[in-house]
């Protein structure tokens, strides 16, 4: 039988872009196509080098494991090892999901001269078959994910937030809040809702406390000239609609950022108005703050969002 090292190389490059892209697709990565050609040409040359065995080292379980760690890194260069852990289970999970469906496919097709050498199944069949059974994998891999991760469970309820304000930082617990679509009118920046006593570590409490009747036109309030101007420009009314109030406002300003932890990914979120609300949030102080899906999805998407390192 006749073998061109190039169709190797081309089926396992595209199998592999295939898988790459789903995993990314999957846990939401920032995906880029570069990245993923390269990791998958590395996979298709390996491929190459196991067929033909030139070094027989590369055809151990030790070298297929390097391997895989070394496509995901180049693939998506995860932040931390527990990211890398994640991917490159997610990783493997799909590999066995898109080689069963070939595999079934291949089986009902039935073609000829199907060999396996070093690993690497050569033969008269299409690359199509391939292709189409990774789709069909991807599909499958999709459509499971979508369903357990639609069972939100406590650790999708509530999220470690950073903001910082002015060289000042602040931590709070945020509690998701489906129902939260608050923006600034003008800006349509997101808002997040805060609790007003645990932004007392980023503005002056004398502030906080009478920034209601500043606004509002009170002269009598006792602020100094240099803290007004250096606070008051950072300040937005926000209007907003609830159940027992049509027309209520809401004070808010506008944060140097926030950093939060989506998917085990720090993330920074630029952008984002955070809504200072007076009483509290839950009588156990389980969480200080509310935050909209709009903002994590937003993060997901590196929208308004940069890579930290954790």
């Known amino acids: 039988m006749t073998v061109y090292l190039d169709v190797i190389l081309i089926e396992n490059l595209c199998m592999n872009y295939i898988i790459l892209f789903a995993t990314g697709y999957i846990m939401k990565l920032k995906i880029k196509h570069l990245r993923i050609i ?21 055809s151990t379980l030790i070298a297929k494991v390097i391997l895989s760690i070394s496509m ?9 090892i527990k990211l890398c852990l994640k991917e490159l289970l997610l990783f493997y ?9 070939a595999f079934a496919l291949l089986y009902i097709i039935k073609p000829q001269n199907i060999l396996m050498k070093n690993g690497v199944y050569i033969g008269t069949y299409p690359i199509k078959v391939a292709i189409i059974g990774a789709l069909v994998g991807f599909i499958i891999t999709y459509l499971a994910f979508k369903l357990i991760k639609g069972r939100i469970t406590k650790k999708n309820v509530f999220y470690e937030v950073t903001i910082i304000f002015k060289g000042k930082i602040v931590e709070v617990t945020a509690m998701l809040d489906t129902g939260n679509l608050l923006k600034d009118p003008i800006s349509q920046m997101p808002v997040m809702l805060v609790q007003k006593d645990k932004l007392y570590k ?5 502030i906080l406390d009478s920034i209601e009747k500043a606004l509002g036109g009170d002269e009598n309030i006792e602020i100094d000239t240099k803290e007004r101007n250096e606070y008051f420009s950072r300040f937005r009314i926000i209007p907003f609609k609830s159940i027992g109030k049509q027309n209520g406002m809401l004070i808010g300003f506008k944060a140097d950022k926030i950093k939060i932890d989506i998917n ?28 909209g899906l709009d903002i994590l999805e937003r993060g997901n998407e590196n929208e308004f969002a940069t890579n930290a390192k954790v």
């Open 202 to 206: 980023i503005i002056p409490k004398n």
């Open 93 to 101: 999970l799909v590999s066995f999901v898109f080689g069963g469906c």
């Open 264 to 291: 085990d990914n720090i993330e920074d979120l630029k952008n984002i108005i955070i809504g200072i609300y007076n009483g509290k949030f839950s009588k156990s102080e389980k969480y200080s703050a509310l935050i």
């Open 72 to 80: 995901v890194y180049i693939a998506y260069y995860p932040k931390n």
């Open 38 to 58: 390269l990791s998958s040409t590395i996979g298709g040359v390996y491929a190459i080098i196991s067929y033909m065995d030139i070094i027989p080292v590369y």
